[in-house]
């Protein structure tokens, strides 16, 4: 009787020590699989908000400016809205600006009675469709999937929309010439001034050769003017 009753204790004795070793050992495995899971969530909560922020500024050429290269100025028309001067200047320029966005549209003589809009000064952020309050050179010259090239002094008369950095920078991308203003770093910020223009406007100097400057540039003539 006496064994029996011992055999009986020692039973539950030990079953007490395997249910609670059971519990522990699955609370601990669900403490280590919540723990794994809560970093898996981390690292990748943290790699989408690196991810995000390296994409986050995204730069493309404003096509509503683009589009207007080489037009006449009766073609453009009212496109940029209504026009806060309008202005006749030297060597058949003609300025027309604009207040909200700020831009400013060079039209030159096509020598047949009329105008043709050769260059656009804007501000980067405008000319170059981002939001952001700055974006690397280099991160405009990759998506843009531009070449750079020094610029001459001469480009300074299109930077007249925004803010001058230290240099200014030219271009090509898609066919467009893009002027942009360059500050320390080389960082472009969204209020740094640029210009989009015409290549004959653009000046370039690139493997000692220079092309000449904006008012040296002979004023090429339309289609109606060679007719």
């Given at each position: 009787?006496?064994?029996?009753?011992?055999?009986?204790?020692?039973?539950?004795?030990?079953?007490?020590?395997?249910?609670?070793?059971?519990?522990?050992?699955?609370?601990?495995?669900?403490?280590?699989?919540?723990?794994?899971?809560?970093?898996?969530?981390?690292?990748?909560?943290?790699?989408?908000?690196?991810?995000?922020?390296?994409?986050?500024?995204?730069?493309?050429?404003?096509?509503?400016?683009?589009?207007?290269?080489?037009?006449?100025?009766?073609?453009?028309?009212?496109?940029?809205?209504?026009?806060?001067?309008?202005?006749?200047?030297?060597?058949?320029?003609?300025?027309?600006?604009?207040?909200d966005p700020e831009r400013v549209l060079?039209?030159?003589?096509?020598?047949?009675?009329?105008?043709?809009?050769?260059?656009?000064?804007?501000?980067?952020?405008?000319?170059?469709?981002?939001?952001?309050?700055?974006?690397?050179?280099?991160?405009?010259?990759?998506?843009?999937?531009?070449?750079?090239?020094?610029?001459?002094?001469?480009?300074?008369a299109y930077l007249t929309v925004g803010?001058?950095?230290?240099?200014?920078?030219?271009?090509?991308?898609?066919?467009?010439?893009?002027?942009?203003?360059?500050?320390?770093?080389?960082?472009?910020?969204?209020?740094?001034?640029?210009?989009?223009?015409?290549?004959?406007r653009a000046g370039v100097d690139t493997?000692?050769?220079?092309?000449?400057?904006?008012?040296?540039?002979?004023?090429?003539?339309?289609?109606?003017?060679?007719?």
């Amino acid at each position: 009787m006496k064994k029996r009753f011992l055999i009986t204790v020692l039973g539950l004795t030990m079953g007490s020590a395997l249910l609670f070793s059971a519990c522990g050992s699955k609370k601990e495995t669900a403490e280590t699989t919540q723990s794994v899971a809560e970093t898996t969530t981390k690292a990748e909560e943290s790699t989408t908000a690196e991810t995000t922020t390296a994409a986050s500024v995204k730069v493309d050429i404003n096509y509503d400016i683009a589009n207007h290269l080489d037009e006449s100025f009766d073609d453009v028309g009212s496109a940029f809205g209504t026009a806060a001067s309008d202005e006749k200047a030297e060597a058949g320029e003609r300025i027309v600006k604009y207040a909200d966005p700020e831009r400013v549209l060079h039209y030159y003589d096509d020598k047949s009675g009329g105008y043709v809009l050769e260059a656009v000064s804007a501000k980067a952020g405008d000319l170059l469709s981002f939001t952001a309050d700055s974006v690397k050179l280099d991160d405009i010259l990759d998506q843009m999937e531009g070449e750079k090239a020094t610029g001459l002094e001469s480009n300074d008369a299109y930077l007249t929309v925004g803010v001058k950095g230290d240099s200014n920078v030219v271009f090509q991308s898609e066919g467009y010439y893009l002027i942009v203003s360059v500050g320390k770093d080389n960082v472009v910020s969204k209020d740094s001034a640029a210009a989009i223009v015409t290549e004959d406007r653009a000046g370039v100097d690139t493997a000692g050769e220079t092309k000449k400057a904006p008012s040296e540039i002979k004023i090429p003539e339309t289609t109606a003017a060679k007719k």
